[in-house]
């Protein structure tokens, strides 16, 4: 597990720099998988990032919030997810991103407006 530790440290920065100042959101919660996903929209940009948050212990922030700037760092046997800006903090036991999860624009859609 510690090389894939490194990589999640090493990797994942780039990629959520890549959408900072999106519009964030959790996505959704389960309790059978014990997941939260956290969803970065843009507007006028096709395709998404989504957090996958799993085995959450803690949850503290608003449930969708502007100008995102999440980060994810070591945190005892697992990790935090967090947002400074905006309040946001989710200790979880592992984290997963992927780019472009379907639906590709959800807020779009959602909002009746087309980007």
């Not at 597990?1 to 990589?7: A, L």
């Not at 959408?19 to 959790?26: H, N, V």
């Not at 957090?51 to 959450?56: D, N």
């Amino acid at each position: 597990m510690p090389d894939r530790i490194d990589d999640i440290l090493r990797h994942f920065p780039t990629l959520l720099r890549r959408w900072d100042g999106s519009i964030a959101r959790m996505w959704e919660l389960t309790t059978s998988h014990r997941t939260l996903r956290i969803r970065l929209e843009q507007h006028g940009r096709v395709g998404n990032l989504t957090v996958a948050c799993i085995g959450p212990e803690f949850i503290h922030g608003p449930t969708e919030w502007n100008d995102s700037h999440l980060e994810v760092a070591r945190r005892g046997d697992g990790f935090v997810v967090k947002d400074e800006r905006a309040g946001v903090e989710i200790h979880v036991g592992h984290v997963e991103v992927a780019e472009n999860c379907q639906p590709m624009n959800a807020f779009t859609i959602a909002s009746g407006t087309t980007g």
